[in-house]
């Protein structure tokens, strides 16, 4: 049986940009009340009165300060009531070999990527459970399945992501909670722009990018048909099936799409 995402009201972090953005612009398109969150409330309101009515709630929120993560939720709820979907879709990327990564550039991915999705996901499941229905939807990556040098720490917390969505999932079981992974493929975002590199000169990925509009589509798809988990892009799906068969091949490949397109400073 599918998910009707008709009234639903879905809790999207990092909704100010790229993904997040269109997948809250998918959502409404849905008719779902979408709760819009992320730093940069100037973003969240031009989506709201792009959107125009009532069904958008932007609400400013660092997703790693507890306490701003409390309020935001309260906020919500007093708002819409208790939340149906939430979307973990904030994350960042630091393009550095790990040896190079500074400590605060892996601060920085550990509490975004992985430590507050899971502060999320506490938050809202005592009452989907008391409910016996909502669903949890986890934005992880293509490299989350298969890691990427230079880019290696954030494809642990992508690859830690989709673990936590499997564990989650198998504890849920019966509980009448969907627990859903997304693994985008390289995406035109500012994504890109916004991380940031310590050895890396450039990043020009693959030619094959999906816009956010696909991988939002995508993401509501899911949602929709309860579809645990979903791989994008030609080049994502052939590199997660090809690790299956040999990690050697995977990782041979991967070393060279990472010599390619993210040339290093120093060797
Ligand atoms: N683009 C790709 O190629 C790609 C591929 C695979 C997976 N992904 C994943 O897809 C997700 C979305 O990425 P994107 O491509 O849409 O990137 P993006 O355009 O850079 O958007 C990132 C979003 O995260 C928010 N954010 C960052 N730090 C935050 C914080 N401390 N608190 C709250 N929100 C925060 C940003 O909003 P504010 O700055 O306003 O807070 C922004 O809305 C990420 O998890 C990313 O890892 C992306």
Not at 83 to 112: C, Q
């Amino acid at each position: 049986m599918g998910y009707d995402l008709k009234d639903r009201i879905v809790f999207i972090t990092g909704a100010s940009s790229g993904i997040g953005r269109a997948s809250a612009v998918e959502y409404h398109r849905a008719g779902s009340r979408v709760v819009a969150a992320a730093r940069s409330l100037d973003k969240l309101q031009e989506l709201a009165d792009q959107l125009g009515d009532d069904r958008v709630f932007p609400v400013a929120m660092d997703v790693t300060d507890p306490a701003q993560r409390d309020d935001a939720l309260d906020k919500s709820r007093e708002r819409f009531g208790p939340i149906d979907v939430l979307v973990n879709n904030a994350g960042w990327a630091s393009f550095s070999s790990i040896y190079r990564t500074p400590p605060e550039h892996l601060d920085r991915m550990l509490k975004l990527n992985i430590a507050s999705p899971i502060a999320m996901i506490q938050a809202v499941l005592p009452e989907m459970l008391e409910r016996r229905s909502g669903q949890i939807v986890n934005i992880s990556s293509v490299v989350g399945n298969q890691p990427i040098p230079r880019m290696a720490v954030y494809s642990a917390t992508k690859a830690a992501v989709s673990s936590l969505t499997t564990g989650l999932r198998m504890e849920l079981k019966g509980t009448g909670v969907d627990v859903l992974l997304v693994c985008p493929g390289s995406t035109n975002t500012p994504f890109f722009e916004s991380a940031e590199s310590i050895d890396v000169k450039a990043v020009r990925f693959s030619k094959s990018q999906y816009s956010p509009e696909q991988v939002a589509r995508a993401i509501v798809q899911s949602s929709r048909r309860r579809r645990r988990e979903v791989t994008l892009t030609v080049e994502g799906k052939l590199i997660s099936l090809i690790r299956r068969l040999s990690h050697r091949i995977a990782d041979a490949i991967m070393y060279q799409v990472a010599k390619r397109s993210m040339p290093t400073l120093k060797t």
